[in-house]
């Protein structure tokens, strides 16, 4: 069965620094593309981060020089480094394993940012 559990998320003052995790497992992690995405409700779910099985990232224009994607395959584990967060950062955030064939998601995790 895979699973994929996000954490990390909560409340931070615009500014402010969080690490989102996300933990794999029931699947060959190092297989696939991992990426992170968010969504408010009533909006489209964006991609914000994407980190190839090569190492290789892309970003999101909204977040290039704030937001950092990494993994480590030994943990199975993806991780998004996101700092000086604005208020338009709010959003629940999902994390995707990806595959030439298939895909998997998270169950999200809330981040608000607000004084």
């Known amino acids: 069965q895979v699973q994929l559990v996000e954490s990390g998320g909560g409340l931070v003052q615009p500014g402010g620094s969080l690490r989102l995790s996300c933990a794999a497992s029931g699947i060959i992690f190092s297989a696939y593309h991992m990426a992170w995405y968010r969504q408010n409700p009533g909006k489209h779910r964006e991609m914000v981060a994407l980190i190839h099985t090569d190492g290789n990232t892309v970003y999101a224009d909204s977040v290039k020089g704030r937001f950092t994607v990494s993994r480590d395959n030994a943990r199975n584990t993806v991780y998004l480094q996101m700092n000086s967060l604005k208020p338009e950062d709010t959003a629940v955030y999902y994390c995707?394993?990806?595959?030439?064939?298939?895909?998997?998601w998270g169950q999200g995790t809330q981040v608000t940012v607000s004084s």
């Open positions: 995707k394993a990806g595959s030439p064939t298939t895909g998997y």
